[in-house]
Structures are given as C-alpha cells and as structure tokens.
C-alpha cells in the first residue's frame, strides 16, 4: 500500500474521505500523532488493531470536535464529567465513562466503558469535523514503540501500512492524554498525561491513583489494559536511575558503554554520550522531547540508556510512567554519600 502523506487545509476534503470510507488516517493532535478510524465502524476500527499489531483487549480512545458529540457515546454524564470538560477540553484529558450501544465492542475491547477525548490541536479537530464521525484513534506506533510526535516517526512506524498521513508539524505536548475513569464511587487515575494530578484534584478534589501507574504490579489486576504491556520502548535496554546529578554523573561515569538520557544540568558532569531531554526545571520540555529522543536512540543504534528520573509531580508523573515501562521496570536509587 502507498501511504501519502497530507498537510494542507485544503486537502482535508481528501483525508475525511478516506475516513469515511472505514480507511484508517494517522493524524496530529497536542499530545502524539493517532492512528483514526471511524469510531462507529468496528471493520474500520479492527484496521487500527491491524495495522498496529495491537492485542484486542487494549481498547482505544474516542475523540471527538464538540461537547455535543459526548452525548450519543456515552449512557451517562456525570457532574465530574461536565466540571472537568470545563475545566481541560480541549485538551490533554481523556475520561472514561459508561458506554452506550452507539459505541461497538471493537472500540470498548467488549467493555461496558468507554475512553473519549476533545483533543486540543485545531487540525485534529477540523478532520473531526470534516468527516462528521467520532474517530477512534490510539497512537499512531506499532505496539510497543514509543509513541510517535512527528508526522516522519509515523512513518518510520507505518509507511506502507496506512494509505494516509496528515502532517500536522510536531506535537506541542509529547506524552500522551491523561486517563481518568469516572465510572467508579471516586474519579480514579488510569494513566498520567498532559494534565496533571494537581490540576485533576484542583476541579474534582482527591483522586485515587490506581496503582499499575507507578509500580509493576500483577498483570490482571490493571484497570487500564495500555498499562500491562511493555510499552513506550526503544531496542535500547534502559535503566532508570534516581538520585542527584553528581551520583547519576558518578554512575554513568563508570560504565563501560552506554548513553545518558539526562537533564541540561547534568551533561557537564557526564563523560559519556548524552541524549538531553531539557532542564530539570522545565517538566514540559522534558515531556515534549522524551519520545522523539528515544526514537533518535534507536536511529543511532544505540543498545544501553542510562536515563536520569526526574521528579515524580506535575507533568514529571508522566514523564516517569512512561520511563519505567521503557526500561522494562528496571529501576534503581543510587547512594547519595
Ligand atoms: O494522547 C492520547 O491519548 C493519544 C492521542 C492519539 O489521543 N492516544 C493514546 O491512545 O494514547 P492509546 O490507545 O495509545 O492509549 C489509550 C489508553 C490505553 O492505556 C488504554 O488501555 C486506555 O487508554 N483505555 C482506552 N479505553 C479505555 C477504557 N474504556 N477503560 C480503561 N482504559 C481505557
Ligand atoms: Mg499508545
């Protein structure tokens, strides 16, 4: 198959065609680039699942251009529902509700839930609009990989696999949406994204956080089925290290081999190849780069990634959910004498 790749205004007509038509189209949002498809078509949608290489009993987030659009998928909206749309759509929020029967089980994975999301990108939106449908959409990799944040990682991942990418430019946020299900007694953190905790409890109070987001735990015990798989990894093999600059820099220092996946502030001390994700002090930046630099690891044959964590709050939460599935759960404190 020919994939073309799209980045007009203009040809938005073209794109929204082929969505119509249950064909699927990688296209940008403000998190990472996600692979659509007709939310309503489950033929459509198992295309997704095909050209993914995804397991069928991951389900996939909606999105949608309006407020109005909730309504049909869904059998309830509760009032946590409408206070967070207030507050974050569109935007980086992705919230799971009950179902209704509009939705087919090929999206809910047969679940009685249902993910959907107003993402905040203008062109994300007017292909939204353009075909009239909610599109079902997950990130545009192959299963595993790291998520893709240019319309070129898309293609490393699936050129000749989709007929269709639209080239949105870079994406603005870098990890993906944030989850949180409000199907339960208490709003329940699924996954950490663009939104963050704070934020979250600013608008609904104390959440709880389910506890697959920051620890290994035991398979079937995950409420948001993404967060089982070994995800978000480079061929690398990575460790994730914590502790201050000058025991990271003293550790990778001794290494025979390896790259630092590390903060500005830490590559002075370093004398081994560095992959900088940003300042310490600037959690968007390092949330922004985090993917495209371990796709760039992969680009230069890199084997061994030594990466620096940086704190667990804000956008750091993210940032350090996605590092310790990259590194297979491999994480170490190092001596801070
Ligand atoms: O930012 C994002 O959310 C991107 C862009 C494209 O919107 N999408 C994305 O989709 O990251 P995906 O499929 O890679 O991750 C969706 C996550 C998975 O962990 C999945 O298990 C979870 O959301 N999920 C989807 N539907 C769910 C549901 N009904 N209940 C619980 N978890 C759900
Ligand atoms: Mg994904």
């Not at 507050?87 to 009685?112: C, H, K, N, Q, Y």
């Not at 997950?138 to 989709?162: E, F, Q, W, Y």
């Not at 080239?167 to 299900?181: H, K, N």
């Not at 104390?206 to 061929?235: C, F, R, W």
């Amino acid at each position: 198959m020919k994939t073309t790749l799209y980045n007009k205004i203009g040809q938005l007509p073209q794109v929204a065609e082929l969505l119509r038509q249950g064909q699927v189209v990688a296209i940008p949002t403000e998190t990472v680039y996600g692979l659509a498809a007709n939310a309503l078509d489950g033929q459509a949608v198992l295309k997704i699942f095909a050209a993914k290489n995804r397991p069928a009993d991951n389900p996939l987030i909606v999105h949608i251009s309006k407020w109005d659009e909730l309504i049909p998928l869904v059998a309830t909206i509760p009032d946590t529902a409408k206070a967070l749309a207030d507050a974050f759509w569109p935007g980086p929020l992705t919230m799971v509700l009950p179902r209704s029967s509009a939705v087919p089980d090929e999206v809910t994975a047969g679940g009685d839930t249902v993910a959907v999301r107003l993402p905040a990108h203008p062109m994300a939106r007017a292909i939204i609009e353009a075909c009239g449908l909610p599109l079902a959409a997950p990130s545009a990799n192959r299963s595993g990989s790291p998520s893709p944040t240019t319309a070129a990682h898309v293609l490393t991942d699936m050129d000749g696999i989709i007929p269709a990418v639209f080239d949105g430019g870079e994406c603005d946020v870098g990890v993906e949406s944030t989850v949180i299900s409000l199907t339960g007694e208490r709003p329940r953190l699924l996954r950490p994204g663009g939104i963050t905790v704070e934020q979250l409890e600013e608008v609904l109070g104390p959440i709880d956080i389910d506890p697959s987001i920051t620890a290994n735990i035991h398979l079937e015990q995950v409420s948001s089925p993404g967060m089982k798989y070994k995800h978000y990894a480079p061929q690398a093999k990575v460790t994730l290290l914590h502790g201050s600059r000058e025991a990271f820099a003293r550790f990778v220092n001794q290494q025979v081999d390896g790259v630092a996946l590390c903060f500005a502030e830490d590559a002075d001390l370093i004398n081994k190849p560095t992959l900088c994700m940003g300042r310490e002090d600037n959690p968007k930046e390092i949330a922004h780069n985090l993917f495209a630099l371990l796709r760039k690891a992969d680009e230069e044959g890199i084997t061994r990634i030594f990466a620096h964590c940086p704190k667990r709050e804000g956008l750091g939460l993210a940032v350090y959910n996605r590092l310790i599935r990259a590194a297979a759960f491999d994480e170490r404190e190092l001596e801070q004498q």
